[in-house]
């Protein structure tokens, strides 16, 4: 349940932006997560659950954006986008594997939707 | 749990589109907030009517890669290794193992996270090596402001070597850096050859894979070439190592590539202070 501690970051982070920006109330958090990142949906779900109350984000929504794992092949100096959910990453032209992760192990709050 | 609530189930979106009608700006119901350029977001404008979009952009990490970076600063005499896997992969013994045939040739102190107890602290102790536990409560990982507290009561001066033996858990600690110099991740012989595939961030990210209790794969039915596979194809940038922490077999390869990154970074550091200077 590394999720709850997440969610706490994911507040503090919201809350301090949120004010910074004069609002009051945080009507919605768009999360942009990795798919190697290793967080379970309903598990971020159920951390926000317990942590929004008293919170400026109390009542927001929760949305996440799900990016996909990009590796770079040196030999075809290329990108490619990893064609399972395993962490293979097999460049698909040359068949020589990467350990060069470009993309997948994001955890970023990306924007807020907010009130007065 | 009653009363009209907003929905709450994170909603997946297509990372590439979907975004809904043209962007556009939004206006700022206040006036403090008004003359500040609000910025629409790339995944659309505010859903809500009378919100606007602020954009963060920010790692949900960045506290603790700030407390990591003061971390590595700390660390940098000493080689750090972050060691995970799951509960009963050997971590412990390994590290026990390697502190007994170092033999004080290299120093080597210890900081582990449990959830509860002082009992893998006390085993190190009596094998040599300064130590000192963390115990997380509930939480399932490190992170690294638990190791700075704990690398408090340590005396990192003439330190060659600090070993962070993270908590049994092959998905939470991850996420977390610690101010290590590698992340090496450990599995035993009795827990499946596909392990990698089934946790393959946790391995990606390793620097070093050990395959412990490799005195005992034949009978346990260990299918190595499999285990291999999956490791190379998961982390095919990781150094590899078969061993036995019982029975020491495997651990001299183990044992000099310690020495080896030891080296490398004692040199390194020589080399930035020469630079700085």
């Known amino acids: 349940m590394h999720e709850f501690s997440l969610v706490m970051s ?20 768009h999360l942009e997560i990795g798919a190697l990142a290793g967080v379970v949906p309903e598990a971020l779900e159920f951390a926000f659950e317990g942590a929004r109350v008293g919170t400026m984000a109390e009542h927001a929504r929760l949305e996440v954006t799900y990016l996909p794992a990009i590796a770079y092949c040196a030999t075809c100096q290329s990108e490619f986008e990893l064609d399972n959910r395993f962490g293979i990453a097999v460049c698909p032209s040359c068949d020589a594997p990467s350990a060069d992760l470009r993309q997948g192990r994001e955890l970023q709050l990306a924007h807020l939707e907010v009130e007065e | 749990m009653s009363g009209p609530t907003e929905p709450t189930t994170p909603v997946a979106t297509d990372a590439r589109g979907s975004a809904p009608a043209e962007p ?3 206006p700022a119901a206040g006036t403090a907030a008004s003359t500040r350029d609000v910025r629409v977001s790339p995944h659309g404008t505010a859903a809500t009517p009378g919100a606007r ?7 949900l990490m960045v506290h603790n890669d700030g ?3 003061t971390n590595r600063e700390a660390f940098r005499h000493s080689l750090v290794l972050n060691v995970v896997s799951s509960p009963g992969s050997g971590k412990t013994a390994l590290l026990e193992r390697t502190v007994r045939d170092l033999d004080g040739s290299l120093s080597v102190a210890v900081v582990v996270g449990d959830l509860e107890t002082d009992n893998d602290a006390e085993r190190l102790h009596a094998a040599g090596a300064p130590s000192v536990q963390i115990v997380t409560g509930t939480v399932c990982h490190l992170e690294a402001e638990m190791v700075a507290r704990a690398v408090d009561q340590l005396d990192l001066d003439g330190l060659d070597v ?8 092959l998905v939470c600690p991850a996420a977390w850096d610690l101010g290590e110099d590698l992340r090496v991740t450990m599995l035993s012989v009795t827990e499946g ?9 946790i391995f990606k990210d390793a620097d070093a894979v050990v ?7 034949e009978v ?3 299918d190595r070439g499999r285990a291999l596979d999956a490791v190379r194809k998961v982390a095919p940038g990781a150094r590899l190592f078969e061993l036995s922490a019982r029975t020491g077999e495997g651990v001299g390869d183990w044992l000099d590539y310690l020495r080896e990154r030891r080296r490398l970074k004692a040199s390194a550091m020589a080399a930035a202070a020469t630079d700085a200077s």
């Open chain 1, 10 to 29: 994911m507040l503090d982070l919201a809350e301090k932006a949120a004010r910074a920006d004069g609002a009051r109330r945080i009507s919605a958090i």
């Open chain 2, 67 to 69: 407390v990591a970076a």
């Open chain 2, 220 to 222: 346990v039915g260990f």
């Open chain 2, 53 to 59: 979009v602020v954009q963060v952009q920010k790692s």
């Open chain 2, 162 to 169: 600090l070993v962070i033996e993270n908590v049994g858990n």
């Open chain 2, 211 to 217: 395959i412990n209790k490799i005195d005992i794969a």
């Open chain 2, 24 to 26: 556009q700006r939004v």
């Open chain 2, 193 to 201: 050859e596909d392990k990698p595939l089934k946790y393959p961030r």
